[in-house]
């Protein structure tokens, strides 16, 4: 699909400074890159500098189109005068390249200036539902952040971007490239190939920490979109983060990427606690990196994304949304997985370990056993109350339930409520554990426990894959 705009020249209106910018690709600020390109690129990682957050914009006779809205009004406001110092066409366009908050926040500038607001549908929805806890979270945690931040409303895009759409501004054409998930569910390049310049947003970061967190990120299809892009005729690529740089950042984004899901991996199967291996993996050749945080936050992300494909524990169950695996590791021979829910006033779990037991049955006293073995190695002090069949797969399993609370020793406050099933299925031995935590509210605790029998109840074997 191709736009054409078109914008009547009158009396001389239009005003382009060929000499306006930093020639300088090495430097921060704004970056001449051609006669009709340029990059804005952040002074540092801080927020006030915009958490590193790289944007641009490319102008045709007709008009400007931009690239990524930078994080608050104040800096969208200083990417406008940047863009006012080169010409007064008007800005038709701004492009989103995905949803997170330090390049589509200063949305709103560049809509009360009339643009266009363009994005993927998958950055579009993302942008409208994750904004809110964002914002929620700085005024929590961050005043001064905040304070940057609490003006701001939220501009989603008007217009859903198709792979390989083209702009012409008139003397110059820029074609959107939608190569998939990848740093996002919603990823998009901006390529102005008559200069050989691509605008690649969060799929790539100079000399800083990438960010591989994001819920929608598809590190198979990331790595893929890599090659694409090494594979295009490009000069000049302008990352999400960091100086403009060349096709050979591409290759060290990709051992990035590589090397952490490889030493997940690694620790996965040997049953590494995930907090060891966030405090351990190491990336060769990224120490000087900035915002050096995001790398423990990686190995996070990537290890509880990575845990079911490593683990193949052989099971399913049916788990709402709000339950996200936490911890995990082993073979399909002995393993475990954690999944947990929390929010501001209550907390529950679902532990389920495995390992290969052939031909052995269960019974009651199994699960009074190993809970004493639990609390024997482990931070909680644990109360049987009783016992009973609970529904585990459509099948009635032997379980234990009672009370906990943490070892004063652990040094973390809570108590809650706990049932814990053991099952023999497919050759191996199963146990679920389910702690509930809300606090004082006994009633809440005890809907929240029925809520996670009824997940255990959907426990199924799967076939492993091959």
Partial sequence: MKRQLVFPLMFGALLVCSGCGNRNLDGPGLVKISSRVYAMIAKGPTAPDGLGANSGFVVGRDGVLVIDARYTPALANDLVGAIRSVTNAPIKYLVLTHYHP???????????????????????????????????????????????????????????????EEIDLGGVKVVLRCLGPAHTAGDCVVIVPGDKVAFVGG???????????????????????????????LEHIVPGQGKICGREALETEKNYIE?????????????????????????????????????????RAVYRREIMGVVQGGFALDLPPEFQIVDGGGSAELGFTLWASSSKNESMEIDVQWKSAPGVEVLAQDVVDMVKHYVEVG???MTVDGSNRIDVGGEKTFASYGSWKYK??????????WTWA??????????????????????????????????????????RAS
């Fill in 102 to 164: 330090d390049h589509a926040w200063g949305g709103m500038v560049f809509k009360e200036q009339g643009a266009v607001i363009m994005a993927r549908p998958e950055a579009r929805a993302a942008l409208k539902q994750y904004s809110p806890a964002y914002l929620e979270y700085y005024k929590e945690r961050s005043k001064d952040t905040y304070e940057m931040l609490k003006d701001i409303r939220i501009a989603l895009s008007d217009s859903e971007i198709a792979d390989g």
């Fill in 203 to 233: 799929l790539l970061s100079n000399g800083y920490h990438p960010n591989l967190g994001d819920p929608g990120a598809d590190f198979d299809n990331w790595i893929r979109t890599l090659d694409r892009l090494d594979g295009m005729s």
């Fill in 408 to 417: 004063k020793s652990s040094g973390i406050g809570g108590e809650g409520i």
């Fill in 422 to 463: 053991l099952l023999s299925r497919g050759g191996k031995i199963y146990s679920i554990r389910l702690f509930a935590d809300a606090g004082l509210d006994a009633a809440k605790e005890k809907a929240d426990m029925i809520r996670l029998r009824k997940i255990a109840s959907t426990f199924r074997i799967t076939p």
């Fill in 259 to 299: 090397t952490i899901r490889s030493q997940c991996e690694q620790d996965i199967r040997q049953m590494v606690p995930l907090e060891k291996a966030a405090s351990s993996i190491v990336v060769p050749g990224s120490e000087s990196y900035l915002q050096p945080n995001i790398l423990p936050f990686n190995v």
């Fill in 379 to 381: 931070k909680y002090e």
